[in-house]
């Protein structure tokens, strides 16, 4: 898992912290040798992203971008970007600590980098809640924190 910061958006405990969970769900999501890119930034960044790529305006807490795959290349699953000033608001809203939270919206991402969309309906929306409680539950954290679990 490659993971980098916005400069200032996280402090050095925050980036760390971070890093060890984000490190810790990869491992439980079997991941292997499939690289993620995780990126924590604020919400005009985010919001840019959101406005250009999914023509939509303002912040939203995550959002990802799965690679082209080439076959025979690198195993690169794709992108996912999370915002913190929404994710602490997330973590606050919901009692629990924000690298938990922005560990949960890193879970979301990369289940939509696997294909997955609850946007589809409500049986993907199950499905997907579903993959994002057992991923969290792997990787040590407590289920009810999943993003799209909140929202069934």
């Not at 890119?37 to 250009?52: H, P």
């Not at 799965?66 to 970007?81: M, Q, R």
């Amino acid at each position: 898992m490659m993971f980098d910061a916005a400069p200032g958006v996280l402090t050095p405990h925050e980036h760390k912290d971070i890093g060890a969970r984000a490190r810790r769900f990869a491992r439980a999501a079997g991941l292997g040798d499939i690289e993620v890119s995780f990126a924590v930034v604020d919400d005009d960044d985010i919001a840019a992203l959101n406005a250009r790529f999914r023509h939509k305006s303002g912040a939203t807490d995550v959002l990802s971008f799965p690679a082209d795959l080439i076959a025979g290349g690198p195993a690169f699953l794709g992108d996912v970007i999370v915002s913190a000033p929404t994710a602490r608001r997330q973590a606050a809203a919901c009692g629990h600590p924000f690298a938990v939270e922005v560990v949960a919206l890193l879970c979301h991402g990369v289940v939509h980098l696997l294909g997955y969309d609850h946007e589809r309906g409500p049986r993907e929306a199950v499905a997907m809640a579903e993959i994002e409680l057992s991923l969290l539950a792997a990787a040590g954290i407590e289920p009810g924190v999943a993003l799209i679990g909140r929202a069934l």
